[in-house]
Each structure stands twice: as structure tokens, then as C-alpha cells.
């Protein structure tokens, strides 16, 4: 089983690690071919309008929505979180995601760089995580078949539909693994 992590833009390495620390083996996919070599994907964090103009440049938007179609289990955090929402509020002008998960995301919900914090949640009934936000998105909305994992106040930060998970929050720069280990399992169980 291997893993492969979108290195169009972003904080890559960090999520190659904490997938390597679970047990998982992890590679970077920037091309079609390293696409097609691995069982799931994780979206990394970075700027989704940026994500978006390079998955076109590199020729991968499509063959991504092809593979999310085709049920390849996906973890996007943050800027990934916004790749796999069917739909944005606070996008640019234009802006396109990948889609997959019913939802409603709002960029830049928690505010601008300097609005940036960490807390400790529970994920998923797995006990607290600690979540480092960061220009984060926050859910507005979900159809019936997401299921909502953990919330910050009343904000939903973190769902999964199916072979697909999103959380607004980056785990890969805390050195807990739980949010990935939960991933790994995703990509095992299919
Ligand atoms: N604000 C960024 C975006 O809109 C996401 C920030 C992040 O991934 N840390 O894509």
C-alpha cells in the first residue's frame, strides 16, 4: 500500500513524515504517472487558489477528480480541505476545486495570518488532538451523507464522506499522528 501526497504546493514533507510514522509508505505525486501508483491522497495545506492553477498547469485536475470519482480515498487538510469541497464561499474569482464531499466550505473563515491559533479537539472519538489553525476554512454546511468528526465551538473542522476526509486543521505540524493514523486505516479498510 503506498500513499501519495500532492506536491503541487505546499507543506509536503511534513505530511510524508507523520504518514511514514504511522507506517505507511509515502511519496510526493506531481505527475500522472505517480498518481496512478498509489492507493490514496493527501492534500496538503498550502493556498488553494495557487493548488488549483498548478493542478491545471501540471495537467492533474482532471485526472484527480477522475480518481476521487473512481472512490480513491483522499485527506485534505486546510487548503485540502477547500480542494475536496463541492463547493466555496470567499474563493477567487473562478476558482475550481477537485469536489467530493458534499459541503459547503468558507475560505479564510477563521480570519488572516495573524488570526492563526491552536487548540486541542477531540477527533473522532480518538481523544484530543492538538490542531494548529491556519487561515483555516471552516464548514457551513454538509448534505446528509458527510459525516461531521470534531467542531470548534459551533464551526465544523473536520468531516468524512465515504473514502473521503477533510479537516480544517493542520495535524502534520504537531507530531500527533492520530489524524493520519485514522487516514492510513482509511486507505487499509478499502
Ligand atoms: N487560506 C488558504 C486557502 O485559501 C488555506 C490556508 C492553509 O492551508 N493553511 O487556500
Redesign the pocket.
Known sequence: MKIGVLALQ?DVREHVHALEACGARASAVRRQEELDEVDGLVIP?????TMWKLAVAFELLEPLRLRIKEGMPAYGS??GM?MLADRVEGGTEGQQTLGGIDMVVR??AFGRQVDSFETDLDFAGRGAVRAVF????WVESVGTDVKVLCRTGSRIVAVRQGPLLATSF?PELTGDARVHSYFVEMVREL
Open positions: 505546499g495545506g498550502g493556498e488553494s487558489t486546510c487548503a477547500i475560505r479564510n491556519i487561515r483555516a476554512p493542520h
